[in-house]
Every structure is written in C-alpha cells, then in structure tokens.
C-alpha cells in the first residue's frame, strides 16, 4: 500500500507563490524595458521594438493576477509608460519629416523619460514598494 505524500498547499504558501511569480515576471519586464530604453539612446538598436512588444504582452496578459497585490500598480506602471512613450513618439515624428534636429532631440528627451520611468519602477519593486499610477 503507497502513501500520498503530498500535502496540501496553505493559504500563506500559495500567496507566497504568487508574489514570487509575479517578482519575475515583472523583472523579466523591467529588464526587457531597459534594453529597449537602453537600445532607444544607442543607434542600432533594432532589437528595442521586439522587446518592448514581449514586455508589453507580458504584462498585459499578467496585470490580472497582480490584481489586489503591491505588484499591479508596476504592471500599470510599465503599460502606461509603453503607452504615453508611444503616443509621443508618434506626436514628435513628424519633426523627422520637417527638421531632423528638432526630432531627434524630442526623441531624446522621451527616450530620456522612459528610462527614468523604467529605472524608477524597477527600484521600487526591488524594494517590494507599491509605485505612483500617476502618468
């Protein structure tokens, strides 16, 4: 005759789980963030629009489970930094067409912001602290 040696799960553990769960995937986020802030200010950083795609997905298929935990203001954090940074690239773009300096610099100074963004959020998580969901 076998035992089961299997014992059930507590409340505590399973919540345990969650939160480290959701710890990596939001460092497996912020890192894919960073290489596309960090690819953003580096010319040839062709790989910036992929990450930023997977991060994205990543953290809008997970925003849902973070609900109720420290964790779900980082996964609206890193969303709506994905979608302001976008919404101003496409804003600025036309100084492309018209005068390349005036473009660059804007681009600069939101790539400059994301980074900031990113970097901010990151440390906050590290430290398990809730971030702002201010814009």
């Known amino acids: 005759m076998t ?3 299997t014992t059930p799960v507590s409340a505590d553990q399973a ?33 910036g629009p992929l990450f ?9 298929v997970n925003r849902e489970r973070a609900r109720g935990t420290w964790h779900a203001s980082h996964f609206r954090w890193r969303i709506r930094t994905v979608l302001i940074a976008a919404a101003l690239y496409l804003l600025t773009f036309p100084l492309f067409l018209l005068l390349f300096v005036p473009g660059w610099i804007a681009w600069t100074a939101i790539s400059i912001w994301f980074l900031y963004r990113i970097v901010t959020g990151f440390m906050a998580m590290n430290k398990g602290q809730e971030i702002g969901t201010e814009a």
């Open 52 to 60: 930023l795609l997977v991060a994205l997905v990543l953290d809008w």
């Open 15 to 47: 919540h345990l789980e969650k939160m480290q769960s959701l710890n990596t995937v939001g460092t497996i986020s912020y890192v894919l963030h960073l290489l596309v802030a960090v690819g953003a200010m580096v010319p040839g950083g062709q790989m």
């Open 3 to 5: 035992e089961d040696f």
